[in-house]
């Protein structure tokens, strides 16, 4: 009987890991988290960045069709989305609101037709871009 006691007691110390070995692992997986977290953070930043510029182009495509039609400017981008220009106002992705800035000014449609309203959209986010510029620039 004594032997089995001594055979399961030799098992049970062999089945671990030491000190070392387990700090070893955990260096190497602190190693590929600090190289993947900032690619991650990057890939989202780009994402983001795309993700707006495709916005600003279907709302500044949206308000020259409904200027185009209508022959005067919307007057915000509530006028879009009853008009059916657009499914819904956007939501920036860089403020993760659907707040734009918009920029209203007077529009000459014809010779004798001018009138006040919206002409381009910009972000509300006073961040700056990857590129160095500011959101609220594009």
Known sequence: MK???YISRTRSRACGFTLIELVIVMSIIAIFLAIAI????HSITAAREKL??????ELRGAIR?????????????DDLVSAKYIDKIPIDPMTKEPNWEVVTEE????????????TDVHSA??????DGTAYSSW
């Open 107 to 118: 529009v000459m449609l014809s010779v004798d037709q001018q009138d006040t309203g919206m």
């Open 38 to 41: 900032p690619t991650y953070s």
């Open 125 to 130: 986010s006073n961040n700056t871009a990857s």
């Open 3 to 5: 032997r089995t006691t």
């Open 52 to 57: 707006l510029r495709t916005d600003l182009v």
């Open 65 to 77: 069709k409904y200027t185009l039609d209508k022959q005067r400017a919307p007057q915000g981008l």
